[in-house]
């Protein structure tokens, strides 16, 4: 899942609900692995898939009109619990973009650990953005994580994102936390050194 991050231009997949929680992301009963792999298949499992597994025609990652790595989704994602699995099942899935008005804190951070862009927006230029989707399933957005700028590339509308400086500095240059403590390993060294 580790990849550099820097200018990601893409299709969208629409999921215009609000208060959508960890639980809805990735189900508990999904919880008891603790490897990263497989969660992507379970993405939205109980709106996704009928009881016999057949897929919700009506459910729109099983809508072949949506496509892309970019997910657009309601006011307040990733609320609930502070389940690192449903990052997991976000990111397994192909996404590398969420763009919400609001996102749950920790659910905010375990994307970022997981390689998931959170582009927080504002509320109107959600809304436009999703009547553009509506409109025109072609419709992209560009999402400049150097210039923090996200783009309705049908409306030419651009707004900026905030994100911390350090994980910007690890999403660009594709580092986990561990690798990003190992680049400094010398220096960490050195410092232990003078203050013995």
């Not at 936390?177 to 190992?182: K, W």
């Amino acid at each position: 899942m580790k990849q550099k991050f820097n200018v990601i231009t893409s299709t969208c997949v629409p999921l215009p609900l609000e208060n959508v929680d960890t639980d809805q992301i990735i189900p508990a009963r999904f919880l008891k692995a603790t490897d990263k792999e497989g969660f992507g298949e379970n993405l939205f499992r109980d709106w996704r898939y009928n009881d016999d597994g057949t897929p919700k025609k009506d459910f729109v990652l099983n809508d072949p009109k949506y496509g892309g790595v970019v997910l657009v989704a309601g006011k307040n994602f990733g609320s609930g619990s502070s389940r690192e699995h449903a990052a997991w099942a976000i990111a397994g899935y192909g996404f590398r973009v969420v763009i919400s008005s609001f996102f749950a804190d920790i659910h905010k951070n375990n994307e970022l650990n997981n390689f998931v862009l959170p582009v927080v927006v504002s509320d109107s230029f959600l809304k436009e953005l999703f009547n553009s989707i509506y409109a025109d399933p072609g419709t992209e957005v560009e999402v400049d994580l150097p210039q923090q700028t996200v783009t309705n590339k049908t409306t030419g509308r651009s707004e900026r994102f905030e994100i911390n400086g350090y994980k910007k500095l690890c999403l660009m240059n594709g580092l986990d936390d561990i690798d990003y403590l190992l680049q400094n390993k010398d220096k960490i060294e050195a410092w232990e050194r003078l203050n013995k």
